[in-house]
């Protein structure tokens, strides 16, 4: 009981949270990305990691079907011989081999024996790991110096920007190059902006389209699909890729193997590989892809691309 002229007791709240129990999310990674490249390709399934890309052999003007010996019905009043002609193949076509991404999970096992609540540790992790797997696939799909799209781009599918910052007329441009039935432009998501602040400075504001959920701006009725992993530069300058899409187009596919031991989505492994003498359990977290542009015309950039300078931006991933 309080004596006379001291103040009445109360639990302090510093102590009653002791007895409280916070409620907790799952750890939350800032990193991740809306990674809108990989639903926008198409994807083809392939046996044995191989893809095998065949062409027509590229002669003088075999592209062209002027350059074919086609005539039309022969007149009436004369037997004339019909033209003899072939469509010849190359016969040394390239290869696409599916590229892993791996990485390998060690947890302790006592760690994920006693702290499993309400989280399950080792779950937690994969996802994690999973989700940094996704986010390099992509950045492969678009930087990879072998199969990546920049890297495929042919040099006569390549444009500057006519004043730095990216234009309608740019784009425009980009789109007379990939004229057949383009399928979306990819851009780092400063340029995008950048191309909506020239849009608006000539009084014509791109379009909005909602897609997978989503709104995009559209240029000419193709959506601009932002990914952070197009490369951005220190001083400013990036990318705008343009993509015709699907095997039937002739266009850019992506490429992954279904069915892979221990596959948790597909073309994506998680195994579980033992515990060491250190109790150390391993996973092993492994991603196969790649990707094909099956003509020239399907992939089209615009470089030299000014989107203004900021330093403390981080580059591409």
């Not at 893809?51 to 590229?58: G, I, T």
Request: hydrophobic share 35%; proline share 8%.
């Amino acid at each position: 009981m309080a004596e006379e002229g001291e103040g009445r007791g109360t639990l302090a709240e510093g102590a009653a949270r002791q007895l409280a129990n916070a409620t907790k999310t799952r750890a939350q990674w800032g990193g991740i990305t809306p990674r809108w490249l990989i639903p926008f390709m198409p994807w083809t399934p392939v046996e044995a990691g191989i893809y095998r890309l065949n062409k027509v052999k590229e002669t003088r003007g075999a592209t062209s079907a002027k350059s074919l010996d086609v005539e039309c019905s022969p007149p009436r009043d004369r037997d004339a011989d019909l033209p003899e002609t072939f469509v010849d193949y190359d016969e040394n076509p390239r290869e696409y081999f599916l590229n892993a991404v791996t990485t390998v999970l060690d947890v302790q096992t006592r760690v994920s024996d006693l702290y499993s609540h309400p989280f399950d540790q080792i779950q937690e992790q994969l996802r994690l790991l999973i989700e940094k797997v996704k986010e390099r696939q992509e950045s492969e799909l678009i930087n990879n110096k072998e199969y990546g799209l920049i890297a495929n781009t042919a040099p006569s599918m390549r444009i500057s920007t006519r004043s730095g910052a990216p234009t309608p007329d740019d784009l425009d441009e980009l789109i007379a190059k990939v004229w057949k039935e383009p399928s979306f432009f990819l851009a780092h998501p400063r340029a995008i902006a950048a191309f909506g602040r020239e849009c608006t400075r000539r009084g014509v504001p791109p379009p909005t389209v909602t897609l997978f959920g989503s709104p995009f701006l559209t240029w000419r009725g193709l959506p601009l699909v932002p990914s952070d992993k197009v490369p951005l530069t220190n001083n400013g300058k990036s990318k705008i890729l343009l993509l015709r899409t699907g095997e039937k187009k002739q266009g850019v596919v992506g490429l992954f193997q279904p069915g892979v031991p221990g596959e948790v989505s597909p073309s994506l492994s998680v195994r579980f590989m033992g515990i060491d003498r250190r109790a150390i359990a391993s996973y092993l977290i492994s991603l196969y892809c790649s990707l094909a542009v099956h003509t020239e015309d399907a992939l089209g950039v615009l470089d030299d691309v000014e989107v203004g300078k900021y330093h403390d931006y981080p580059a591409a991933k």
